[in-house]
């Protein structure tokens, strides 16, 4: 209680904390539709790709995360687009704009004056810099994308499994496959503080890779993923806190080792994930 009361005694405190739980909660959304696709290599790509929009924002005086979202979205739709018209493989499109978001940021990070000393919260995060604009659009995109979710659900379910069979019931593949992509890359951006652009990929991989263990089921997949991704950013958070430790290193030691105990449970115990 006393750990609860100096946490929620701080406005900051209060902000990382409420950070903690709307990126574990629209990570694992994302995390479940891009894990179900085989496309896990997509999160690295747009996060590496938003330190572009980073670099040019601060080196302009503009709002890093916002250049960061404006970057992220344009390289998410860059790749779905080179992926499907573009004749060129998901995976080609996806390292050449990791590569080139990486390299227009690193370009502007030292034409910048001065040392860059705010760089290291971007790379590995600083989730005590959330501030109250930080925490509003997470709120916003974490109600739109549970939402959407429930709407949206069974078509998403169609277009991940079988874009061919869905395309046949008439339904807007590529449509829904764009606005997934900046779905998936605005849940990236808006929890960059969170984890930071190195570590953030486990953030949309291993809830959903835990979950998978457990169940086959789309629906149950996206809960589990969710709850596991919640647990792992508040426990890693509290880890951080008690240790004076960095938020993000803690939140993927929680994940990992909840992912061991699973796949331990699940082979002593001869578990199969329940379709």
Not at 33 to 54: D, E, N, Q
Request: glycine share 8%.
């Amino acid at each position: 209680m006393t750990m609860l009361s100096d946490i929620l005694a701080y406005d900051f405190m209060q902000r990382a904390l409420l950070a903690c739980l709307l990126s574990g909660i629209s990570c694992g959304v994302a995390g479940s539709y891009i894990v179900a696709r085989r496309m896990v290599f997509l999160s690295g790509g747009i996060t590496h790709a938003s330190f572009g929009g980073l670099g040019i924002a601060l080196y302009v005086g503009f709002s890093p995360t916002l250049g960061a979202l404006l970057f992220a979205a344009l390289s998410s739709v860059g790749i779905e687009f080179a992926s499907r018209r573009g004749r060129m493989r998901e995976d080609s499109a996806i390292g050449i704009m990791w590569s080139l978001g990486m390299a227009i940021g690193a370009l502007f990070m030292a034409l910048r004056p001065g040392y860059a000393s705010d760089l290291t919260s971007y790379l590995f995060g600083n989730i005590l810099l959330v501030d109250r604009v930080d925490v509003a659009m997470l709120t916003f995109l974490t109600l739109f994308m549970v939402v959407g979710a429930v709407v949206m659900l069974r078509r998403i379910m169609f277009i991940t499994f079988d874009e061919d069979f869905a395309r046949s019931q008439g339904m807007p593949v590529e449509v829904v496959a764009y606005v997934m992509a900046v779905v998936v890359a605005l849940a990236i951006v808006l929890s960059i503080k969170v984890m930071g652009i190195i570590l953030l990929i486990s953030l949309m991989t291993i809830p959903a890779v835990i979950a998978n263990s457990l169940t086959k089921d789309y629906r149950r997949v996206m809960l589990l993923a969710t709850m596991f991704g919640v647990f792992g950013n508040i426990a890693g958070f509290v880890l951080s806190y008690n240790f004076n430790l960095p938020t993000g290193s803690c939140i993927i030691f929680i994940l990992t080792i909840t992912l061991i105990c699973v796949k331990v449970l699940t082979l002593c115990f001869n578990l199969r994930p329940k379709v």
